[in-house]
C-alpha cells in the first residue's frame, strides 16, 4: 500500500479543492454571451449589464420591482378544466402541467396582481413565457376576465404584460375560443372608461397577439421584443422572400405605426405611471414616500 498515493495526495487535494458552486448563481445572456451574476442581474431588472439585452423575466420578479415596496396582492382566478380533450402527444398533457408547475413554481401561465406603482393603484396581469410558452389556455382566458372584473370593481386601470408562443394546442379550439373570451374581458374595462394598457414583451406571437394584445388604449414594448402573428421563419417560406432587417421587432413595429412607444425596462415603471395619471385626469405622481403637498388657498384680490 502506497500511503502517499492513497492517502496523503487525497487529503491535499481536499484541502485546496475547489468549492462547488450552485448552478443557480450565474445567468448566461443569450445574446452576448456574457455569464452574469444572479444577484446583480435581478437587480438590474433582468437586462444584461454588458449589452443591455432584455433577458425574460417572471411575473413576480416583474411584479417585485413594478409595485411600491413590492407588495402586492394577487387576484384569484377560478380554476380551469383540466386536459379537457385527454390530449396526448409525448407525453400526456396533465404530466405536461405538472411538469411545468414544478420548473416555474407557479400554477399556470398566467399572474393577476393588484397594488400600487408610486401610490397609483393598478390591476396588472402578467404572462410566465417559461410556463409552457406561455401559451394561451382556458386558464388564461379566466385570468384575464378575473382582472377584467377586478378593475371594473375597483375602477382600477389594467395593464398587461404579454409574452406567449400562442394558443395552447393542447387544449384544441377551447384555445381558439379564449381570443373572444378575452376580447369581451378587454371591453368590459373599455366601457367602464379605465385606461387598457398593454405591454408587449418578447415573444408576443399567435392568437395572444390577434386578440388582448393588441387592443390597447397604448401599446408600448420592450427594446427587440419579437411582436406577430405569424413568425418570421413561417414567413420567408411562405412568401419565398428575404424579409427586412429588423422585421417583427419592436423597433420595426414602431416606424410603421403598430407600436405607441417602445421603453427600457427600467423607465417602464415611470412612463406607465404617468400615462395612467394622464388618462385618469390625475395631478403628476410624487416620488419618495412623502405626501402630497396640502394647496394653500389663494386669497381673493
Known amino acids: 500500500m502506497n500511503w502517499i498515493s492513497n492517502y496523503v495526495r487525497p487529503k491535499i487535494n481536499s484541502l485546496f479543492s475547489r468549492r462547488e458552486v450552485p448552478d443557480n448563481l450565474w445567468s448566461k445572456c443569450t445574446e452576448c454571451g456574457t455569464m452574469l451574476f444572479h444577484r446583480e442581474l435581478s437587480d438590474n431588472l433582468f437586462v444584461c449589464t454588458s449589452c443591455d439585452h432584455h433577458m425574460a423575466i417572471t411575473p413576480r420578479d416583474r411584479f417585485k420591482h413594478l409595485f411600491d415596496g413590492g407588495i402586492f396582492t394577487e387576484v384569484k382566478v377560478p380554476d380551469a378544466v383540466v386536459d379537457p380533450l385527454h390530449f396526448r402527444d409525448q407525453k400526456k398533457y396533465p404530466d405536461r402541467l405538472k411538469a411545468a408547475q414544478k420548473a416555474t413554481g ?6 393577476v396582481a393588484q397594488g400600487e406603482m408610486l401610490r397609483t393603484p393598478v390591476v396588472a396581469v402578467a404572462q410566465d413565457f417559461s410556463f409552457m410558452a406561455g401559451s394561451m389556455g382556458m386558464y388564461v382566458g ?3 376576465i378575473a382582472a377584467a372584473q ?3 370593481k375597483l375602477k382600477r386601470p389594467l395593464i398587461v404584460f404579454s409574452a406567449a408562443g400562442g394558443a395552447r394546442m ?12 378575452t376580447t369581451v374581458a378587454v371591453q368590459m374595462v ?9 405591454v408587449l414583451t418578447h415573444p408576443t406571437t399567435g392568437g395572444v397577439t390577434a386578440s388582448y394584445a393588441m387592443l390597447g388604449d397604448v401599446h408600448i414594448a420592450e427594446p427587440n421584443a419579437l411582436i406577430c402573428f405569424a413568425g418570421p421563419r413561417v414567413i420567408e417560406q411562405t412568401i419565398r422572400e428575404k424579409l427586412p432587417e429588423g422585421f417583427q421587432r419592436a423597433e420595426y413595429l414602431l416606424d410603421h405605426g403598430m407600436l405607441d412607444r417602445v421603453t427600457h425596462r427600467k423607465a417602464l415603471r415611470d412612463e406607465l405611471v404617468t400615462l395612467i395619471r394622464m388618462l385618469t385626469h390625475q395631478t403628476p405622481a410624487i416620488k419618495g414616500d412623502l405626501p402630497a403637498p396640502t394647496p394653500t388657498a389663494v386669497p381673493a384680490k
Open 142 to 144: 379566466n385570468a384575464m
Open 106 to 111: 407557479e400554477k399556470e401561465a398566467m399572474l
Open 150 to 152: 377586478t378593475a371594473v
Open 170 to 181: 393542447q387544449e384544441g379550439i377551447l384555445s381558439l375560443m379564449q381570443m373572444p373570451r
Open 190 to 198: 373599455k366601457e367602464a372608461r379605465l385606461p387598457y394598457i398593454v
